[in-house]
C-alpha cells in the first residue's frame, strides 16, 4: 500500500504493508538509520522518535497509523546537534557505543518539552524505558539536569 | 565504478568539524571518523581516503600539516578510538585539532604480514599492550621528520625539536608537512624509545573528550546494521532452539507468495567448527526488506530434532556441578597437600558452595552481518572486534582466498568480549547466503535469536574451604570450581575455571586450588572480565565469611591478608579513606567490600546499600578504587568504571539465563532483565596508582567486585548470606 509520512518536516512517499512497524520503514526504506533495532517488543527504547510530540517506540507504531502525524527522528531532532538536550549529551560526554543514545536522546528531549525542570524521580520515570547496556545512566542522568538548566536560561 | 555510497552518507564524507562548546576541562579534539566503510569502493583494494605522504602505515601527513591517523582497533564504546589515537599523537607530537582518523585497512594487514601488528581489540588490551608499538609509529614518525629537516639545514637531528606539528632549531621553522615526503624516505639508524614516564606526558594522562562523542548524538555513526549496499536483500534467521539440534524440515511453500519474499535457505552446521564462529542448522527466509523476512520466518513451519540436550536444565547442571565438588579436579598452580591436612586437624572450619547462572552479552546493536561475495571478491560489514577474524571466517565459509576479503571496520554497539556478535555464526550465514544468492545479503538476528544463539558466559559452582586459626586469619584454604562450558572448554580468552579464586593475593600459608570442566551444548565465549566476573563473587563473599567467623572487620582482614604487597595495601588504604566503611549501621542499611584483581588492574569496591523490611533491595552507592598504573585517559576510564559496574549488576541482580528443556526461558529484555536507569547506583571512581610501568586494563576490571560487594552489604543490612545470583530470586525480607 502507499501513503505518505511526514517525516522531519518531509514528505515521503513509502509503499509498504501497512501494519509494517514504523522502526524499519524509517530505517530501510526512508535511509534514516539513526532510529535503532533493539527488541522489537517495546522493552528497550533504541526506537524511542516523536510522533506529535510525543516520544513513542517506533516498533511498536503501525507505519499507516502514522498518516498525518509529524514524525521526528534523531536526525530531525536540530540541524546541527544544536538541541540542549545533544549538545548536553556532548559537554557530559554521555555515549559509549552510543546505539541506545539515539533513543535516549529522543526521551529525554520530549520529557523536557513537557517539564522544563523534571525532578530526578520524573527523570527516572521518563527513562525507565531506555535500555542502555553501556550502563550510561549515571551521565544521562547529569546530562538531562544540564539541558533542563540549558532550556530555562534559554 | 560501482561506489557503494548510500544517500545518508555522501553529506558526511568530509570530515566532521565538532563546534560544540565542551566544558569541565576537557581537551577537544576534533576531526571525526567517518563511517568510511559505507562509503567505501567494493572495486578498491584499500579504504583510505587519507590525502598527503604516508610515513608509515598509522601516519599520513599533509602539506596542510593535516594529520591522519588510521586506527587498527575497533570502537565499541570503550573510547579505543580516541585512545589510540591520544597515543599516537603523543609521540608524534601534533596539534590535536590538526587530526583526522580513519579506519585501518584489514585486508592490507593481511597481506603486508600483520603490519598493524594486531587488529583485534579485546581483553582490555588495546592501551595494556598495544601502546609500545603505537607510541612508536608516532615517535618514529617524529624522528624521521626531524631527520628530513636536519638533512635539509645541514644540522644534526639532535639539535631540531618537533612540537605540535612544528620543527625548530634555532630560528628555523617549518611545518611537518613540509617535510612529510622527505621524512617517508628516511631511514633510521636505531627506532627511539618511546616515553612512558607520566611526568613527560604533555597528552596522555589528560582527560580528553571521546572523539566518536559527536556522531553519538545526531544518528550519524554507522554500525554494521546501518549497511546499505545497492541490490541487498535481507535474511531472517533461526538455528535451532535448542543449541545443536538439527533441522528436519521445513516448508517454503506456506510462505513462498508472501509479499518480497525470495528464497527459504537451510543452512547446515559445519562439523568440528564448535570452538570457533560457528555456523549451527538453521534456517534463513530471504526477502526484500527485513520486516518481510522476518515476519515470513515466523510463519514458516519448521521441524527440528534437538537430540539429547533437550533434557538439559540449569538445576541438574548445578546439581551436577556441586558434585564435582567432591571429586578432585586439576590443580592451578602447585600441589600444597598441607592445605587439606590443615583443614581436617583444625578445630574451626569454614565452608561455603556458591552458584551462578550463564548469562548473555545482549550488546544493544543485535547480531548482524552484511556479506557481498562476488567472483573476484567478497565484502563484509560486521560488527567484530577482530577484523582479521571476520575475514578468515569468510574465506572458510566461501573457499575465497583471505587476501581478496574485505572487512570494514564500523562502530560497535557493544563488544563486551563477545566481539560485538563476530564471535557468532552470522558472519558464516550472511557469507553462505550470499554465497548462494550472488547478492549481497543482510543478516539480523531478533533479540529472541541473539539470547537463544549467542555465545553465553558459562554457568559456574564453587566450593570453598577455610580453617581458621587463634587468631581468627586462615591458616589453610582449599577450593573447588566448575564451569559449563562448550565441549568443557579448558580456558575462555585467558581464563580458565577458577580464575578469580586462584588468583587472590591473601596469604593464606596453605592454600590448594583445584579446578573442572564440565560440558554443556551452549556456545560459550569470552564475556567482560572472563573468570574473574563468576568467580570472583564466589571468593570475594567466601573472604568475608571467614573474616567475619575469624571475629575481623572485613577491610582489615584484607589490609592485614595483603600486607607487604604494596599495590593492594594502597588500593585498600584508600577505600578506607574514602568510603568510611563501618558495620554497625542500622538494620535494612549495610555496606560491603570485595576486590578482584584482572587485566592487570586491582579493583576495589565498597557497596552501600538499604534493603526495605520487606526485602526491596537498593544500591545506593558504589565505590570503585583502581590501581591500572598508567591512566591514558582519567575522562574514559571513568565512563568504563561507571559502565562495568552497572553491566555486572545487571547479572548479579536483575539477570541470569534459565536453561530449561535445552534452550533458555529467556527470550528477550522482557525475560532477561537489564539494570535500568532506577535502579542504577551512583558509582564513583578513584584511581590510586601504585607507579612502575603497569598499563592496566580498565575496559573490564571494575565489574566483578561490585557484586560481591553487594552481597556482602545485604549481609549487614538483613543478615542473610548470599551465595547465588540473580539477588532478586533471593528473599531478603527481614524483622
Ligand atoms: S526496538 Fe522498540 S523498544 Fe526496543
Ligand atoms: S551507549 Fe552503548 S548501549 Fe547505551
Redesign the pocket.
Known amino acids: 500500500m502507499k501513503f505518505t509520512l511526514n517525516i522531519n518536516g518531509e514528505s515521503q512517499q513509502v509503499d509498504v504493508e501497512p501494519e509494517t512497524p514504523l522502526l524499519w520503514v524509517l530505517r530501510d526504506d526512508v535511509g534514516l538509520t539513526g532510529t535503532k533495532f533493539g527488541c522489537g517488543i517495546a522493552r528497550c527504547g533504541a526506537c524511542t522518535i516523536h510522533v506529535d510530540g510525543q516520544a513513542m517506540k517506533s516498533c511498536q507504531l503501525q507505519a499507516s497509523a502514522a498518516v498525518g502525524k509529524k514524525i521526528t527522528t534523531i536526525e530531525g531532532l536540530s540541524k546541527d546537534s544544536s538541541h540542549p538536550v545533544q549538545q548536553a549529551w556532548v559537554e557530559v560526554g ?8 539515539s533513543g ?1 536522546i529522543m526521551s529525554a528531549s520530549a520529557l523536557l518539552a513537557k517539564r522544563k525542570n523534571p525532578t530526578d524521580a520524573e527523570i527516572e520515570a521518563a527513562m525507565a524505558d531506555n ?6 545512566y549515571q551521565r544521562i542522568m547529569q546530562a538531562i539536569r544540564l539541558a533542563s538548566s540549558k532550556i530555562q536560561q534559554a | 565504478m560501482n561506489k557503494i555510497v548510500s544517500k545518508k552518507t555522501l553529506s558526511r564524507r568530509s570530515f566532521i568539524q565538532a563546534s560544540a562548546a565542551v566544558g569541565g576541562g576537557l581537551m577537544l579534539g576534533f576531526h571525526m571518523p567517518d563511517a568510511l566503510a559505507a562509503t567505501i569502493s567494493p572495486k578498491s583494494s584499500s579504504t583510505s581516503t587519507a590525502v598527503g605522504t604516508e610515513i608509515n602505515a598509522w601516519l599520513v601527513i599533509d602539506k596542510d600539516n593535516t594529520v591522519t591517523m588510521r586506527i587498527p582497533h575497533t570502537e565499541m ?1 570503550q573510547g579505543g578510538l580516541t585512545s589510540v589515537t591520544m597515543l599516537i599523537a603523543e609521540e608524534l607530537n601534533v596539534d590535536w585539532s590538526k587530526i583526522k582518523t580513519e579506519w585501518a585497512d584489514a585486508n592490507r594487514h593481511l597481506r603486508n604480514n600483520k603490519e598493524y601488528k594486531v587488529m583485534s581489540t579485546h581483553g582490555s588490551q588495546l592501551v595494556r599492550l598495544q601502546h609500545p608499538h603505537l607510541m612508536g609509529a608516532g615517535a618514529s614518525a617524529r624522528e624521521r621528520l626531524k631527520q628530513a629537516a636536519a638533512e635539509a639545514w645541514g644540522i644534526d637531528r639532535s639539535q631540531i625539536t618537533a612540537k605540535l606539528g612544528t620543527l625548530t632549531a634555532g630560528n628555523r621553522t617549518a611545518t611537518y608537512g613540509e617535510f612529510a615526503e622527505a621524512a617517508a624516505k628516511v631511514k633510521l639508524d636505531k627506532e627511539p624509545e618511546i616515553s612512558i614516564d607520566p611526568t613527560k606526558w604533555w597528552l596522555l594522562g589528560k582527560p580528553t573528550q571521546r572523539l566518536d562523542i559527536p556522531n ?1 548524538v545526531n544518528g550519524s555513526a554507522q554500525y554494521a546494521i546501518d549497511t546499505k549496499v545497492p541490490g541487498m536483500v535481507y535474511a531472517a534467521v533461526k538455528a535451532s532452539p535448542v543449541p545443536w539440534g538439527t533441522l528436519k524440515s521445513h516448508n517454503f511453500d506456506a510462505i513462498k507468495s508472501r509479499p518480497g519474499v525470495i528464497a527459504a535457505i537451510p543452512l547446515k552446521a559445519v562439523a568440528g567448527k564448535r570452538g570457533q564462529p560457528d555456523l549451527q542448522d538453521a534456517i534463513a527466509v530471504v526477502a526484500d526488506s527485513y520486516y518481510r523476512a522476518k515476519t515470513a520466518l515466523d510463519l514458516l513451519p519448521v521441524e527440528w530434532d534437538f537430540g539429547e540436550a533437550a533434557k538439559d536444565n540449569s538445576a541438574a547442571y548445578y546439581a551436577a556441578g556441586h558434585k564435582l565438588m567432591e571429586q578432585k579436579g586439576q590443580v592451578s598452580g602447585k600441589e600444597e597437600p598441607k592445605a587439606a591436612e590443615t583443614i581436617a586437624a583444625s578445630s574451626k572450619v569454614v565452608t561455603a558452595s556458591y552458584q551462578r547462572p550463564f548469562e548473555t552479552h545482549a ?2 546493536e543485535p547480531i548482524n552481518a552484511t556479506v557481498w561475495v562476488q567472483d573476484d571478491r567478497i565484502d563484509v560489514w560486521s560488527p567484530t572486534q577482530d577484523q582479521s577474524a571476520a575475514i578468515t571466517l569468510v574465506a572458510d565459509q566461501t573457499g575465497m582466498d583471505p587476501k581478496n576479503v574485505y572487512a570494514h571496520t564500523m562502530f560497535l ?2 563488544g563486551f568480549g563477545g566481539n560485538g556478535g563476530g564471535g557468532t555464526g552470522v558472519t558464516r550465514q550472511a557469507a553462505e547466503i550470499s554465497k548462494q544468492l550472488k547478492k549481497p545479503v543482510k543478516v539480523i538476528w531478533s533479540r529472541e535469536e541473539d539470547l537463544a544463539q549467542d555465545k553465553q558466559r558459562p554457568l559456574a559452582v564453587a566450593k570453598l574451604t577455610a580453617s581458621i586459626g587463634d587468631d581468627g586469619l586462615p591458616t589453610a584454604l582449599f577450593t573447588r570450581a566448575a564451569w559449563f562450558s562448550q565441549d568443557a572448554m579448558n580456558q575462555i580468552g585467558g581464563a580458565t575455571s577458577d580464575y578469580g579464586i586462584y588468583n587472590i593475593p591473601y596469604k593464606v600459608p596453605y592454600r590448594q586450588h583445584e579446578r573442572h570442566n564440565a560440558k554443556t551444548h551452549i556456545p560459550s565465549s569470552t564475556h567482560r572480565a572472563p573468570g574473574a566476573n563468576q568467580m570472583g563473587f564466589m571468593a570475594e563473599v567466601f573472604v568475608d565469611e571467614m573474616a567475619i567467623a575469624g571475629g575481623w572487620d572485613p577491610l582489615e582482614w584484607r589490609l592485614k591478608m595483603t600486607e607487604g604487597l604494596d599495590d593492594f595495601q594502597l588500593v585498600f588504604k584508600t577505600l578506607k579513606e574514602k568510603a568510611g566503611f563501618r558495620t554497625d549501621l542500622p538494620k535494612g542499611e549495610g555496606m560491603g567490600i570485595a576486590m578482584v584483581e584482572s587485566h592487570g588492574t586491582i579493583a576495589a569496591c565498597c557497596a552501600t546499600v538499604t534493603v526495605s523490611r520487606r526485602g526491596r533491595l537498593n544500591i545506593e552507592k558504589i565505590l570503585v578504587v583502581l590501581d591500572a598504573g598508567r591512566v591514558i585517559n582519567p575522562h574514559a576510564a571513568t565512563e568504563q568504571c561507571e559502565g562495568s559496574v552497572c553491566w555486572e549488576l545487571s547479572h548479579a541482580w536483575t539477570g541470569g539465563l534459565e536453561l530449561e528443556g535445552g534452550r533458555f526461558v529467556n527470550t528477550n529484555f522482557d525475560s532477561y532483565n537489564l539494570l535500568r536507569i532506577d535502579q542504577n547506583p551512583h558509582v564513583e571512581t578513584i584511581f590510586a596508582s601504585s607507579g612502575g610501568d603497569k598499563f592496566g586494563g580498565l575496559g573490564e576490571p571494575a565489574g566483578p567486585p561490585a557484586p560481591p560487594a553487594v552481597a556482602n552489604a545485604i549481609f549487614y543490612a538483613t543478615g542473610k548470606r548470599i551465595r547465588s545470583t540473580p539477588f532478586r530470586q533471593h528473599d531478603l525480607s527481614w524483622t
Open positions: 554521555v555515549p559509549q557505543c552510543g546505539y541506545c543514545q535516549q535500555l542502555c547496556r553501556c550502563g550510561t | 564504546g553519538k550488546r544493544m554497539g557493544g
